[in-house]
């Protein structure tokens, strides 16, 4: 009886699991307009941030590029996605954007296209990430820009951080070296 319980247990399992999504299952734009498949960031932890260039946030954006200074490479990755959802604080098109990080804070993480980050129009990527139903993990909503995703090496979220935690918060850096 305890042998068909046990098996009982691990095909429902199975089940829930069978369709989950990894992130690494997504394929997004980069800001530059090209295809880019997150599973080419496999055995990286990621960080992703929805971005914006007017809002009093967006000085995070130098405390994100210093993090990756510091982190970045074979490793981890930060992926920022740009997003105009809250009071149209990112109005450019990604040329604008992109020059914009650029000149002001020197941005080298990767960058993709402008999504949205919530409502009706949210990109797939978003969904996976603010859904337990997608991720397995939690649900959780957008509440601002700089929002922080955490996905560990092996395409799974890990934990969330609000737009207001900033980069070299101790929450983030411990995760990122291992702590």
């Excluded at 319980?5 to 829930?16: N, S």
């Excluded at 930060?78 to 009071?87: C, R």
């Excluded at 909503?141 to 737009?163: H, R, T």
């Amino acid at each position: 009886m305890k042998k068909f319980q046990l098996i009982i247990v691990f095909v429902f399992a199975a089940l829930l699991s069978f369709g989950q999504k990894s992130f690494y299952d997504f394929t997004v734009k980069d800001i530059d307009g090209n295809d880019f498949n997150m599973a080419s960031l496999k055995g990286k932890k990621v960080l992703v941030v929805n971005t914006a260039s007017k809002c009093g946030l967006t000085p995070q954006y130098e405390g994100l590029e210093a993090l990756y200074k510091k982190y970045g490479g074979d490793n981890f990755v930060i992926v920022g996605f740009p997003a105009n959802n809250f009071l149209a604080q990112e109005p450019g098109t990604n040329d604008e954007i992109q020059e914009f990080c650029q000149k002001n804070y020197g941005v080298t993480f990767l960058m993709m296209s402008k999504i949205s980050v919530k409502g009706d129009d949210m990109a797939p990527i978003y969904h996976w990430l603010t859904e337990k139903s997608e991720n397995g993990v939690m649900d959780s909503s957008v509440g601002w820009n700089f929002q922080k995703y955490l996905i560990d090496e092996n395409g799974n979220l890990v934990d969330m951080a609000s737009p207001k935690t900033k980069p070299d918060d101790s929450k983030i850096v411990s995760w990122i070296e291992g702590n």
